[in-house]
């Protein structure tokens, strides 16, 4: 058998989170109003670094990076899951299966090293503060993207490239609300051992091995500020625990995911909730509540956009 056209599955079921009619109509309710806050909060943040000159430094260019990517991280399954949580029967085509798992591991892969960057640009400002212009130049912050987003294509196609042509004969049905990958080569209709434990190997080793990398960086820095006592120093801390509360948050849930052999089905599900809609809703808030030149300036586009609607 070559390819899915040979595959006599043109369609997937998803059993969704919960049959009970109570349970959807609160998670209706909280996903679509974390969904809308996270959409809008981190609009806000690009909006905000975009046109405020005080804010047009590397770290808040990453930073509005990480929004952006946490606007499609919400797109991705969020929309589907709002839909289908009172319909029957939840399905969705083959193509839109593997166009959702594209997406996922694209953000995924290019969320990874724009965290590790954002650590980064940390480490130097911190340790390094008199080369941070010179390091943190406007090319290095380029560089940066673009690796990350190629990291992303990277990442994503080749998983595809061993998984997309694989024969699909038998069950469509998964128990969750959405496609990714250690489910969708488990309903192949062939063995896939090999391929499910090169899966897990090689998201587990990006995830697993980004984390520490971040985490290390970020003691680091903090074993080099408790040599300091200044007002900087406080300052620096709390910039590092809004960004490492940040890397938690999104490297977690994915470890949990590619690093656990067989995790609960509805662990895994609630889990995927929480990075599906929670954790592009937190980003936002942590980076807004824990930082005051990110207030400060919300508050001026805010003045500017509500000045503009009165002139208008």
């Keep these: 058998m070559e390819g899915a056209n040979h595959s006599m599955v043109s369609e997937f079921v998803f059993l969704g989170l919960t049959n009970s009619w109570e349970i959807q109509l609160f998670l209706f309710v909280f996903s679509s109003i974390l969904y809308m806050a996270s959409m809008m909060g981190n609009a806000l943040i690009m909006l905000t670094v975009t046109s405020d000159p005080h804010l047009h430094s590397p770290m808040y260019f990453l930073l509005a990076n990480l929004s952006f990517l946490d606007l499609g991280a919400s797109s991705v399954a969020s929309p589907k899951m709002l839909y289908d949580l009172f319909r029957k029967h939840k399905v969705i085509s083959f193509n839109g ?71 699909f004969c038998g069950p469509n049905v998964f128990d969750s609300f959405y496609c990714d990958l250690p489910q969708f080569i488990k309903l192949a209709c062939t063995d896939t051992y090999q391929l499910e434990s090169m899966v897990m190997a090689n998201s587990g080793f990006i ?36 960004h ?31 990075d ?17 030149e990110m207030k400060l300036a919300m508050k001026r586009v805010c003045r500017q956009l509500v000045t503009y609607r009165k002139i208008s």
Aim: proline share 6%.
């Design 97 to 167: 299966c593997i166009t959702q798992i594209f997406f996922i591991h694209f953000i995924g892969g290019v969320e990874v090293v724009v965290l590790l960057a954002m650590a980064f640009d940390r480490y130097v400002a911190i340790c390094k503060p008199l080369y941070y212009l010179t390091i943190m130049n406007p090319r290095m912050c380029i560089s940066f993207l673009v690796a990350a987003w190629m990291t992303g294509i990277i990442h994503s196609t080749v998983q595809l490239a061993f998984v997309v042509n694989l024969p």
């Design 207 to 242: 995830i697993v091995g980004s984390f520490f990398i971040v985490i290390i960086s970020y003691i680091v820095i903090i074993l080099t500020v408790q040599k300091h006592s200044s007002a900087g120093s406080s300052k620096a801390l709390s910039t590092l625990s809004a």
């Design 276 to 292: 599906a809609v929670l954790t592009p809703f937190l980003n936002p808030v942590i980076y807004t509540f824990r930082n005051q």
């Design 244 to 274: 490492i509360t940040v890397v938690v948050l999104s490297f977690g849930p994915f470890i949990f995911v590619y690093t656990w052999p067989s995790p609960p089905i509805t662990l895994d599900k609630y889990l995927a909730i929480f």
